[in-house]
């Protein structure tokens, strides 16, 4: 079956860059999106970008553009997306999702990865 | 950018309760509407998709409906599996998501 596993919980410096990753198994990688979503304590889902791997297509969410690189290693099936120029703002749980395009470039994010807690402090 | 309502943001229910969830979005742009379910310490879990279609796996008293800007996810008959927060997500071009604020349903 499908499965997204994503890298263990860091803790990062303010300034500082955290690069996580999302390894797939059970589809085929190049024939979906993969996206990233991210939480922070007690806060509502907040949609950051993503990737057609197939295309190296990227778009990210306003909030985050400049500072959210999202990437993929075909070889290995794997996401990464890297937020850099950390602030305590940024502590959250970071979510990958697997997006099944649609037409018109709607679509759905049906698998998800477990979530990584990522914790800005001095 | 396209911003997402929900209404009510929190609801009191019983089992067995018909609860609908409204979802609003700012602007038409496509009938890409999407809903979630998320419990506590849990990556979210796709209910609906485009609207009205019901994941595979997904209990039946789970529906949706809707299009343009105003969408509606209805539980019929809720279980205590239901107690949860709700999300709506809107795709407007690609690769361009928005999600609603949330509803919390939990039990009266």
């Known amino acids: 079956q499908v499965q997204l596993v994503q890298s263990g919980p860091e803790v990062k410096k303010p300034g500082s860059s955290v690069k996580v990753s999302c390894k797939t198994s059970g589809g085929t990688f190049n024939n979906y999106a993969i996206t990233w979503v991210r939480q922070a304590p007690g806060q509502v889902l907040e949609w950051m970008g993503g990737i057609i791997p197939v295309f190296g297509t990227t778009n990210y969410a306003q909030n985050f553009q400049g500072r959210v690189t999202i990437t993929t290693d075909e070889s290995t099936n794997t996401a990464y997306m890297e937020l850099s120029s950390l602030r305590s703002e940024d502590t959250a749980v970071y979510y990958c999702a697997r997006l099944a395009l649609a037409a018109a470039g709607g679509g759905y994010f049906d698998y998800w990865g477990q979530g990584m807690l990522v914790t800005v402090s001095s | 950018d396209i911003q997402m309502t929900q209404s009510p943001s929190s609801l009191s229910a019983s089992v067995g309760d018909r609860v609908n969830i409204t979802c609003r979005a700012s602007?038409?742009?496509?009938?890409?509407l999407n809903w979630y379910q998320q419990k506590p310490g849990k990556a979210p879990k796709l209910l609906i998709y485009a609207a009205s279609n019901l994941r595979s796996g997904v209990p039946s008293r789970f529906s949706g409906s809707g299009s343009g800007t105003d969408f509606t996810l209805t539980i019929s008959g809720l279980q205590p599996d239901d107690f949860a927060t709700y999300y709506c997500q809107q795709s407007y071009g690609t690769l361009l998501f928005t999600f609603g604020p949330g509803t919390k349903v939990d039990i009266k």
């Open positions: 602007q038409s742009s496509s009938s890409y």
